[in-house]
C-alpha cells in the first residue's frame, strides 16, 4: 500500500505560477505510475497529467499542456506538479493518485488504487 499527502496548494493570481508536490509512504514508489486529477465544485473529477514508475513517459491533458508539468523524484518519493501561466478555470481541488504499473500511465480515475487528500488551488482574476 501507499499513502499520498499532496501540498503546495494556496491563492495565486492568474498568470501566476504554484508547484504541487505529492508525498509517498513505501518504499515501492517506484513500482507505482502517478497521476493528477483535478476536480472543480459541481464538476467530476478530471484528469490533469500522468507519469510511468520510472519517469520515462509522461502525458497531459490538453487543457494544460505547455502551462503544467508533472514530474517525480523517485528518491524523495515525491511527483510534482509544476503549474505555470494559471488561468481562473484551473481553480479546483487538485489530487494526487497511485496505481500499482512499471511500465503504464493512466487517465482514467477508476484507474488508481490510491489517492491524497487533495490540495485546493485557488486562481484569482
Known amino acids: 500500500q501507499v499513502q499520498l499527502v499532496e501540498s503546495g496548494g494556496g491563492l495565486v493570481q492568474a498568470g501566476g505560477s504554484l508547484r504541487l508536490s505529492c508525498a509517498a509512504s513505501g518504499r515501492t514508489f517506484n513500482s507505482y505510475a502517478m497521476g493528477w486529477f483535478r476536480q472543480a465544485p459541481g464538476k467530476e473529477r478530471a484528469f490533469v497529467a500522468a507519469i510511468t514508475a520510472r519517469g520515462g513517459s509522461i502525458y497531459h491533458a490538453d487543457s494544460v499542456k505547455g502551462r503544467f508539468t508533472i514530474s517525480r523524484d523517485n528518491a524523495k518519493n515525491t511527483v510534482y506538479l509544476q503549474m505555470n501561466s494559471l488561468k481562473p478555470e484551473d481553480t479546483a481541488v487538485y489530487y494526487c493518485?497511485?496505481?500499482?504499473?512499471?511500465?503504464?500511465?493512466?487517465?482514467?480515475?477508476?484507474?488508481?488504487?490510491?489517492w491524497g487528500q487533495g490540495t485546493q488551488v485557488t486562481v484569482s482574476s
Open positions: 493518485a497511485a496505481e500499482q504499473s512499471v511500465s503504464s500511465y493512466y487517465t482514467i480515475p477508476r484507474e488508481y488504487d490510491y
